[in-house]
């Protein structure tokens, strides 16, 4: 079963549409007359790229054997079999789990994608559109790896996948 990364909460929508007028404000201001903000703005944009095509996550699929992560740039996999606990998380609960936290990678822009920095439990792989409705994923031993995937790595991951009840229920059937 295919889910799609989940649509973004107002707070995210806000703020990736005041961002997205970022390389806008430098243009225009290089436009008239302020040549070096030519180099901002080119950078901006290619920051942008980045994070819409290795950082962002577009879908995430179930298959009997792993959930597969898709990018429009690269796939990782995560066998079943590693995955000790999948369930649905509040930000009460994630921040009872977690402890405070500080995400490492591109946030605010879309969503924020990267590590997640936590006082508990260390780093946890985060792909979040939303800040609320996360699916939390617990892995335990990885056996069985396949090629893409991070092997040797138990992080838990974070993640915002469309209908999350719907994807714990499909990632639960064994």
Known sequence: MRFELAPMCPFLRRLTIALAGLPLVF????????????????????TYAWVWTR??????????????????LKRRTIPRAGISE????????????????????????WGGFGWFWTTQRGIVQMYVS???????????????????SER??????????????????ALSAR
């Open 27 to 46: 243009a225009i201001a290089a436009a008239l007359g302020v040549w070096v903000l030519w180099v901002p703005a080119a950078l901006v944009v290619l």
């Open 55 to 72: 950082f962002r996550p577009t879908a995430f699929v179930v298959h009997p054997d792993n959930v597969e992560v898709i990018w429009p």
């Open 86 to 109: 999948v369930r649905v998380v509040d930000r009460d609960e994630l921040r009872r789990r977690v402890g405070w936290g500080m995400r490492v990678g591109a946030g605010g822009l």
């Open 130 to 148: 939303r800040l609320d409705r996360f699916v939390w994923i617990e892995r335990g031993s990885e056996r069985g790896s396949e090629r893409g």
């Open 152 to 169: 040797g790595s138990e992080r838990p991951w974070l993640i915002t996948p469309e209908r999350p009840e719907m994807f714990v229920q």
